[in-house]
């Protein structure tokens, strides 16, 4: 990404002029991404529209880091999502609740954060470059004929269900440990704040990762705990990775499973893809999955397949067009992920055209 940098002085009202304060770099960075989907079959009907946030979310960013002397930094972040389409915050959020914390960094210690954090489901399975989404946006985050898994908060039950797309425990405290030899890990506790109660309304999460040259391979475990009008409900996901680069070629291979203690819903899937960096400027991404609900969904399942090409107008800004294919066993509605409409049918496609810019 492009990153404006700026020097920010710190000035305290009636400091006597002889107090020395060290510099602080605040970065501002952004992307924004925008175009036009074709969806076969929303409830019955197909429809042409304008769709933001596909393949990058729309973001704007604050980050920043103080050197603190002796190797440590203190670092934060403030992340705000938005809708291009209407300028607003996308539903259900609000200001800088994708990202908000403030925290501690050590090469030889660690990075040891507070506040409202992405668990390890994205950052160990994600961005350790295993999930083809991470290429390929929002429609290839898993979804499907699961809307009884009923997850709270969720805006189909079954939106994101293995929270690869980026989801945060709030009121986090979070640690991730240098790299030793290749390995690293992380770990997270969300406190539920409620008084009385420590354990209710909580979140926990923990990662394992190891890189090795063209090699890598990561797994996650999260638990998140929600008070609901029926009771407090516990979802559980933990997810298995690996990559591999071969020159222009990254292949991916990714397995993630969720499980709703509530209703006792379940969902795991499997999935590969890749990325080839054609030539230059051109760039080819895909990807084939497999998702299958347990008894409680009726054992449902779904195959979902996803091509983009990509072409770079520059370092900044590139446009690109891209398919999606589900289609999911007889007698269920297929539903891409980012579709908020399921199909009437058992199939589903979107086609799609859009660019992306980053600043």
């Not at 475990?221 to 516990?234: D, E, H, I, N, R």
């Not at 397995?255 to 819903?265: F, I, K, P």
């Not at 895909?286 to 072409?311: E, I, P, W």
């Not at 900044?316 to 589900?326: D, E, F, G, I, L």
Request: charged fraction near 10%; proline fraction near 3%.
């Amino acid at each position: 990404m492009i990153k404006r940098k700026m020097i920010v002085l710190p000035a305290v009202l009636g400091l006597a002029v002889g107090n020395c304060w060290a510099q602080s770099s605040v970065t501002l960075w952004g992307v924004i991404d925008g175009g036009v989907s074709y969806v076969s079959n929303e409830g019955g009907g197909h429809s042409v529209k304008f769709d933001d946030g596909v393949v990058l979310p729309n973001l704007l960013k604050f980050t920043g880091q103080e050197d603190l002397g002796g190797g440590t930094k203190a670092v934060f972040d403030l992340t705000n999502q938005f809708s291009l389409g209407t300028g607003s915050f996308i539903p259900g959020q609000s200001l800088f609740s994708r990202l908000a914390y403030v925290g501690l960094e050590d090469a030889r210690f660690g990075r040891l954060t507070f506040g409202n954090q992405y668990d390890f489901m994205f950052d160990s399975l994600v961005l350790g470059f295993n999930d083809a989404a991470y290429y390929t946006g929002l429609y290839s985050v898993r979804n499907g004929p699961f809307n009884n898994l009923a997850l709270p908060n969720n805006p189909t039950g079954a939106f994101d269900w293995d929270r690869t797309a980026g989801l945060s425990i709030s009121n986090s405290v979070k640690y991730q440990s240098p790299v030793f030899a290749g390995f690293s890990f992380g770990g997270m506790y969300g406190f539920g704040n409620v008084a009385g109660s420590i354990g209710a309304s909580n979140g926990s999460s923990f990662g394992l990762n190891y890189v090795m040259g063209a090699f890598g391979a990561n797994a996650a475990y999260t638990l998140v705990k929600t008070a609901t009008p029926v009771g407090q409900v516990s979802v559980r996901n933990w997810g298995v990775g690996a990559h591999y680069h071969l020159g222009p070629v990254t292949a991916n291979t990714l397995l993630t499973t969720v499980h709703n203690n509530q209703n006792g819903a379940g969902v795991w899937e499997t999935e590969v893809g890749g990325l080839w960096q054609i030539n230059g400027p051109c760039s080819l991404l895909g990807a084939y999955s497999y998702m299958k609900g347990n008894a409680v969904l009726n054992n449902d399942h779904a195959h979902q397949l996803t091509a983009m090409f990509q072409y770079s107008l520059s370092k900044r800004t590139s446009v690109y067009s891209q398919v999606v294919y589900q289609w999911a066993n007889e007698g269920a509605n297929a539903q891409i992920n980012g579709v908020f409409v399921p199909s009437s049918t058992s199939s589903q496609f979107v086609a799609r055209i859009g660019m992306t810019t980053q600043f």
